[in-house]
């Protein structure tokens, strides 16, 4: 049995190459050139689909979709535009729309929406969408590629869930920006989003990160902490760089996912755990599985939606565009507003890019600051990445880092993870025994557990040595050197 589909769309070349492909599928179909014909359809109870774009001469066709929803709740709407933004996809979807595809379009994709709308359940109809929370003016992520669009239409798609994400991507991708995305745009935009980096803090201190301490549980807990699922109730909890998490702590990270509720270090008293996991990593979970250094039963829990975020050498069309943004941030924090030259462009869209969106605002922020010229050019462009690149190399040859600088190095970055707030109380005893466990199994071992060896290694009375080993659960390797 043939169905209709009606089309509205202010471009005759798109309306002639749909109605062929849909009238060679069977379907009746009608076009129309503005909103208010297609408004007319609808009401006059026309058409089992509707394909429609969003800038058309009479109106928006996004603020079409409530109207058609309220009028005809059960008729499923897809939308396509040419605007290309994570805003446009969130809208629609937000708005009722059955699938949201962008311009240009894949007329198989297109097609294969158009039948999976007629094939759908009746009763499967959109529920009534709550207040929009979409800012015209602000764009979360930057990029009109073919490469994002996929991305967006997830995270419309995810926004109005409470759905478990993982998102995959190189260092400066940009994953903390969709996690903000999911949860900016979602239902719980006004409860806390806290992220946490999972590689910035010490193994020792994770658990009491993550799900706080009462008084007492360890030395220097002189008072209750609170911890990361605590802060985030009712909110988004992010977890980057998840593949960096113990073991032991993805074991009580797999039971809080399991029973929704979480004890504190020292606790007997369960507290419900009301948030939202996002995930992110760069490292490949599946690889760590087999390594046997990520649990696959909590991989499983965490990659319920994946979200894959490709990295900037396979979108250089967006190039231009996120400079253009880097550069008008800049401005707004007080520095002339600077523009690159196509010549420019060209040269940025021939680097490689390893560090991702990251590197690329980098180099906006460090020319807009050493160079004085209004337009950027090409000659720019090149010292700055011959600067850059030099640099890189002197890095990768700079092996002479001391223990003091690299706890220091360790220690900031635990400090830049609480984003300007302060790690939990007795974080001074903490730090010492994150270093004193390491500092004495290394001695134990090193002198094949001989107590009286190591001692005398460490500077240590052998009773204070036995002790300490007896609180850290450190076991001494036997034998003689």
Request: charge should be neutral; glycine fraction near 8%.
């Amino acid at each position: 049995m043939s169905k209709t589909v009606l089309i509205a769309d202010d471009d005759r070349a798109i309306r002639m190459v749909l109605s062929q492909a849909l009238a060679e599928r069977g379907h009746l179909v009608k076009t129309a050139a503005n909103a208010a014909t297609l408004w007319q359809w609808v009401k006059g109870g026309e058409g089992d689909v509707i394909i429609t774009d969003v800038m058309m001469p009479d109106g928006d066709g996004l603020d079409l979709v409530p109207r058609i929803k309220a009028e005809r709740p059960d008729i499923p709407i897809i939308v396509m535009s040419a605007q290309n933004t994570i805003l446009t996809a969130i809208k629609a979807t937000e708005r009722g729309a059955f699938e949201y595809l962008p311009k240009p379009f894949d007329l198989g994709a297109l097609t294969a929406a158009v039948d999976r709308a007629l094939t759908r359940p009746r009763n499967d109809s959109v529920a009534t969408p709550a207040p929009s929370a979409v800012k015209e003016d602000k764009l979360p992520i930057i990029g009109r590629s073919a490469a994002m669009q996929e991305i967006y239409r997830v995270v419309a798609r995810l926004v109005g869930t409470d759905m478990t994400a993982l998102i995959h991507g190189e260092s400066g991708t940009g994953k903390e920006l969709v996690a903000r995305a999911l949860h900016d745009f979602g239902r719980r935009r006004d409860r806390p989003f806290v992220a946490v980096n999972m590689a910035a803090i010490p193994r020792e201190l994770i658990e009491s990160e993550l799900f706080g301490h009462e008084k007492g549980a360890f030395t220097g807990a002189i008072q209750r902490g609170i911890g990361k699922f605590e802060a985030a109730s009712g909110g988004t909890l992010f977890l980057d760089e998840i593949g960096d998490m113990p073991l032991e702590a993805q074991t009580r990270l797999l039971r809080v996912l399991q029973s929704g509720e979480f004890t504190p270090v020292g606790g007997r008293t369960p507290i419900r755990a009301d948030v939202r996991i996002v995930a992110a990593t760069h490292r490949d979970l599946r690889q760590l599985i087999q390594q046997g250094r990520f649990r696959e039963d909590l991989y499983y829990r965490l990659n319920v939606v994946p979200i894959t975020l490709p990295p900037l050498r396979d979108r250089v069309e967006d190039i231009p565009d996120l400079a253009r943004h880097f550069l008008e941030q800049i401005a707004a924090e007080g520095l002339p507003l600077k523009a690159l030259d196509p010549e420019a462009q060209t040269l940025l869209k021939r680097h490689r890019w390893p560090g991702n969106v990251r590197e690329l605002e980098n180099l906006m922020r460090r020319i807009a600051v050493l160079y004085s010229e209004p337009a950027i050019d090409a000659r720019i462009v090149s010292e700055q990445l011959k600067a850059q690149e030099q640099a890189a190399n002197v890095g990768t040859r700079a092996s002479d880092e001391t223990l003091g600088q690299s706890v220091e190095r360790h220690l900031r970055a635990y400090f830049d993870a609480h984003e300007g707030a302060l790690p939990a109380r007795g974080l001074y005893d903490r730090i010492l025994h994150e270093v004193e466990r390491p500092l004495l199994a290394i001695s134990m071992e090193a002198t094949r557990g001989n107590q009286i060896r190591a001692a005398d290694l460490l500077g240590l009375n052998r009773n204070t040595l036995r002790k300490k080993l007896k609180e850290l659960e450190l076991q001494p390797t036997r034998g003689g050197r």
